[in-house]
């Protein structure tokens, strides 16, 4: 391809320095009480051997992913607010594509892991065990990375193949396929379709799929299960507000042909920066187990 372009300008959030240094300042907290939760989360999975179960196991890999999600974007985020030129080299954006889409595209099938994994406690109890062993759930785990980096080498494809020869200003405070394909200088309809249906349908898809899952799962708790309704209940519930601030935004940005919208930052910056804030606390909230193991801890 013929792309002349060595780095591109991210155009960041603002211009005003006051609200730069705010913004540094609140990025920094959340990014902080991601790792403290995320950590504190992981920490006891693997210390508490009460926790030593399916539903832990996947629960401390999202904490895992949740972590690797908000370092693709986020270090290089606040280090921009405070810096006056926002550059990112044309291969380091490619890199964040990469890994933005490869942590992304675990955390949805990982999430559709932790639905089947309801499915089969509440569907099949008395072998739910043997059924969810310890090498299914590593399979399990790990075909959802292999389907995150998958995605990703698709996306990257998309984009490493068109031609880039200016203009590089990155109307974003990151890297993504949506505004870096913008720049391309050659007619990028087929890419946007191409990139429609494999981050936006199938995120559609995958969501619907989730929701109704999740409804059956409950309805099946309220008309069978007399014992640990409310705590079925609201492990369910906690599942689907996560699946929820996972997909949700994740749907807005791709699953639309790509016209500029002034909410796209506020909306690309949930699930970058707040949604792996918002999944410990979630977890720990609704789930009295977890949180009487935190207290052990």
Wanted: aromatic share 12%.
């Amino acid at each position: 391809s013929t792309t002349t372009v060595k780095n591109f300008f991210l155009v960041g959030f603002t211009e005003s320095a006051i609200l730069q240094y705010i913004l540094f300042t609140t990025f920094l907290i959340i990014y902080s009480v991601t790792w403290f939760g995320n950590v504190t989360i992981i920490t006891t999975v693997i210390t508490d051997q009460q926790l030593h179960r399916p539903m832990y196991f996947l629960l401390g890999n999202l904490a895992f992913i949740d972590l690797s999600e908000s370092s693709v974007t986020l270090p290089k985020m606040l280090w921009d607010l405070l810096s006056k030129a926002k550059t990112i080299s044309f291969w380091g954006c490619i890199t964040q594509i990469f890994f933005f889409h490869f942590t992304g595209g675990a955390v949805t099938i990982l999430l559709i892991v932790m639905a089947l994994d309801r499915y089969v406690a509440l569907h099949k109890p008395l072998q739910y065990l043997e059924i969810m062993n310890h090498n299914v759930l590593l399979g399990l785990v790990a075909g959802a990375w292999v389907g995150g980096f998958v995605h990703s080498i698709v996306q990257v494809a998309l984009v490493i193949q068109l031609p880039f020869c200016g203009p590089n200003f990155l109307d974003n405070f990151y890297c993504d396929v949506p505004q870096v394909i913008k720049l391309a200088c050659t007619d990028i309809y087929v890419v946007e379709l191409l990139m429609v249906s494999n981050s936006g349908l199938l995120t559609i898809l995958i969501y619907i799929t989730l929701v109704v899952s999740y409804a059956v799962i409950l309805v099946k708790i309220r008309t069978h299960i007399t014992e640990g309704k409310h705590k079925a209940f609201s492990t369910c519930g906690a599942q689907v507000a996560v699946v929820s601030i996972h997909l949700v935004p994740c749907i807005f940005i791709y699953a639309r042909p790509f016209q500029k919208l002034v909410v796209d930052k506020a909306v690309s910056s949930l699930y970058t920066v707040i949604t792996p804030m918002l999944n410990p606390i979630i977890y720990t909230l609704r789930n009295t187990e977890m949180k009487n193991a935190i207290k052990r801890l």
